[in-house]
C-alpha cells in the first residue's frame, strides 16, 4: 500500500540558511500534519491542514510556514535556520478521523 | 485534550503477550483512546483506537475499562521487531481532524 512520502530525507543547512521540506500525502488523504522531534525528544506538533485551509497550529515558530497545495501535497518551508531547529520532521496525513500515518521523516542538521 | 499516564518502560519475552496500561482518569465522552508507535527514529506507527468498546485489528487488541479512565493495549505474542516506545494519547474527534499530543510513552523491550 501506499505510505506518505517525504523529501529530502536528509538534509544540512548552515544557521541563517532556509530549508523546504515535502510532503507528499497518502492518496485521498485529505488531512497533512506536520511534527517536530529533537533529539531524545517526543514528537511535537507543528501545523495541519484540512482541504488545503490551515486547520491548527501547535508550537510552530514564526519562521517557519508551511502549506498545502492543490494535489493535496505540503511543503514546510524553515528561514533564518538556528542550531535549534536541528531535528526529525514528520510528515503525517489522514482521512478525516481515521489513525494518522506518518513518513519516515525528513532529518534536518543546521550546522 | 486529557492527559495520560504511561509507565516509563516495561519488559516482555518474546511470543509472551505485552500489556501495556495507559491511566487516562480525565477523559472526556467524546475523546477517542489512541496507539502509536514509534520504533527508533522511524516515523511513528498508528495501531489502533477506540471510544469505548473494545477492539482488535491485526496488529493489537485494546482493551478500555467501562469508566474508560484507563485502557489496555495488548500484543498478543510480542516478537523483536515489536521493540518500541508505545504512545497512549487520547485525542478529542472534531469535524477536522485534530493533532496528536505525544507523552513520554512506554518503552517497551522484547527479549529472547
Known amino acids: 500500500a501506499a505510505g506518505v512520502i517525504q523529501s529530502p530525507r536528509h538534509l544540512i543547512k548552515e544557521k541563517r540558511e532556509t530549508a523546504t521540506l515535502k510532503c507528499y500525502p497518502i492518496?485521498?488523504?485529505?488531512?497533512v500534519y506536520w511534527y517536530q522531534q529533537g533529539p531524545g525528544q517526543d514528537p511535537q506538533f507543528l501545523i495541519s491542514?484540512?482541504?488545503?485551509?490551515?486547520?491548527d497550529k501547535g508550537s510552530i515558530p514564526d519562521r517557519f510556514s508551511a502549506q498545502q497545495f492543490s494535489d493535496y501535497h505540503s511543503e514546510l518551508n524553515m528561514s533564518s535556520l538556528e542550531l535549534g531547529d536541528s531535528a526529525l520532521y514528520f510528515c503525517?496525513?489522514?482521512?478525516?478521523?481515521?489513525?494518522?500515518?506518518f513518513g519516515p521523516g525528513t532529518r534536518l542538521t543546521v550546522t | 485534550d486529557a492527559k495520560t499516564t504511561q509507565p516509563p518502560s516495561m519488559d516482555c519475552a518474546e511470543g509472551r503477550a505485552a500489556n501495556l496500561p495507559c491511566n487516562h482518569s480525565?477523559?472526556?465522552?467524546?475523546?477517542?483512546v489512541y496507539w502509536y508507535r514509534q520504533i527508533h527514529s522511524q516515523g511513528p506507527q498508528y495501531i489502533i483506537h477506540?471510544?469505548?468498546n473494545n477492539e482488535t485489528n491485526e496488529m493489537a487488541s485494546l482493551i478500555i475499562t467501562e469508566d474508560r479512565k484507563s485502557s489496555t493495549l495488548i500484543l498478543p505474542h510480542a516478537t523483536l521487531r515489536d521493540t518500541a516506545v508505545y504512545y497512549c494519547?487520547?485525542?478529542?474527534?472534531?469535524?477536522?481532524?485534530?493533532?496528536?499530543?505525544f507523552g513520554t510513552g512506554t518503552r517497551l523491550q522484547v527479549t529472547l
Open positions: 491542514f484540512y482541504e488545503k485551509m490551515q486547520s
Open positions: 494519547i487520547v485525542r478529542v474527534a472534531t469535524g477536522t481532524a485534530s493533532k496528536l499530543t
Open positions: 477506540g471510544l469505548k
Open positions: 480525565t477523559i472526556s465522552g467524546n475523546e477517542y
Open positions: 492518496p485521498r488523504h485529505d488531512t
Open positions: 503525517a496525513s489522514s482521512k478525516r478521523e481515521s489513525g494518522q500515518y
